[in-house]
Nanobody
């Protein structure tokens, strides 16, 4: 059974940082293209960062230069380092393998507010 378990969210002030982690099970993690998504209240879920098996990365324009995605294949974990956080980054963050149709984990809440 495929599982994604996100952690590391919290409440921070604008300009702060958080590091999210997503542990996985039930998949051959090292062979998968992985991504971080987020869903803000009243909005659709959006893909914000991706990382290939060769560690090439791509980012949504809204987070480029502030967020960094990385992966540890030995730990079957994908990370999202978020710096210079803004109120508009407030959302529930999820990880998944894009386009493979897996179910979603519970997500981790990130709240950026002064």
């Amino acid at each position: 059974q495929v599982q994604f378990v996100e952690s590391g969210g919290g409440s921070v002030q604008p300009g702060g940082s958080l590091r999210l982690a997503c542990g996985t099970s039930g998949i051959i993690f090292s062979g998968l293209y992985m991504g971080w998504y987020r869903q803000a209240p009243g909005k659709q879920r959006e893909l914000v960062a991706t990382i290939t098996t060769g560690r090439a990365t791509n980012y949504a324009d809204s987070v480029k230069g502030r967020f960094t995605i990385s992966r540890d294949n030995a730990k079957k974990t994908v990370y999202l380092q978020m710096n210079s956080l803004k109120p508009e980054d407030t959302a529930v963050y999820y990880c998944n393998a894009p386009r493979l149709g897996y179910g979603w984990g519970q997500g981790t809440q990130v709240t950026v507010s002064s």
